[in-house]
């Protein structure tokens, strides 16, 4: 009967097998944290010249990023691990704007692809329903990226420089607004 009681208290079984999705969340977070941190680059440079619209997307992105972070962090803490914050990769310098905008394709589809699959690991191997949900919502999130960075780069390829150039142009009419008309006036 003690045994029993042990037992119901302490559920071994039940605890490695959620132990076992603390590494494929902790391997998001990596994925995110790399995210970010090439998508705030990204972000500088745009905005340096002048893109404001690309600039604000790789920012609001990179935002977006952080709130998946925030989520993994809650679950793996939650299963009682601890959040590995380490990035799985180092920003690339990339300052060709047509090439981040193939840079951040290619990130979004990798992330699709790996939250995919540890959404099947957390789910089918570890029996962990709320991990495989959480990864799956994820993949919805970065498919929506990978749509918006999509756009971009087909306007980049249809219209080329002159799109870069419009976003450009709406930034010295709005400064050239702020300033009364004076581009001199420091900001």
């Given at each position: 009967m003690l045994d029993v009681f042990i037992e119901f208290i302490n559920p071994t079984e039940e605890v490695s097998?959620?132990?076992?999705?603390?590494?494929?969340?902790?391997?998001?977070?990596?994925?995110?944290?790399?995210?970010?941190?090439?998508y705030m680059y990204f972000h500088f440079h745009c905005d340096d010249q002048g893109f404001d619209l690309l600039a604000n997307l790789f920012k609001k992105t990179a935002i977006e990023e952080m709130i998946h972070i925030e989520r993994l962090?809650?679950?793996i803490l939650f299963l009682?691990?601890?959040?590995?914050?380490?990035?799985?990769?180092?920003?690339?310098?990339i300052h060709n704007v047509k090439d981040m905008l193939i840079a951040a394709k290619s990130m979004e589809e990798d992330s699709i692809k790996l939250y995919?699959?540890?959404?099947i690991e957390c789910g089918t191997t570890n029996a962990d329903s709320v991990s495989r949900k959480l990864l799956e919502e994820l993949v919805m999130d970065e498919e929506r990226h990978f749509g918006q960075f999509d756009t971009e780069w087909q306007n980049l390829n249809t219209f080329g420089d002159q799109y870069l150039a419009l976003q450009s142009i709406e930034r010295s009419k709005m400064l050239s607004a702020q300033t009364g008309g004076n581009l001199t006036t420091p900001l």
């Amino acid at each position: 009967m003690l045994d029993v009681f042990i037992e119901f208290i302490n559920p071994t079984e039940e605890v490695s097998m959620y132990e076992k999705s603390i590494k494929p969340l902790n391997q998001a977070v990596a994925e995110e944290l790399s995210g970010i941190h090439q998508y705030m680059y990204f972000h500088f440079h745009c905005d340096d010249q002048g893109f404001d619209l690309l600039a604000n997307l790789f920012k609001k992105t990179a935002i977006e990023e952080m709130i998946h972070i925030e989520r993994l962090a809650e679950r793996i803490l939650f299963l009682k691990g601890d959040v590995e914050m380490q990035a799985s990769t180092k920003a690339e310098k990339i300052h060709n704007v047509k090439d981040m905008l193939i840079a951040a394709k290619s990130m979004e589809e990798d992330s699709i692809k790996l939250y995919n699959e540890l959404s099947i690991e957390c789910g089918t191997t570890n029996a962990d329903s709320v991990s495989r949900k959480l990864l799956e919502e994820l993949v919805m999130d970065e498919e929506r990226h990978f749509g918006q960075f999509d756009t971009e780069w087909q306007n980049l390829n249809t219209f080329g420089d002159q799109y870069l150039a419009l976003q450009s142009i709406e930034r010295s009419k709005m400064l050239s607004a702020q300033t009364g008309g004076n581009l001199t006036t420091p900001l």
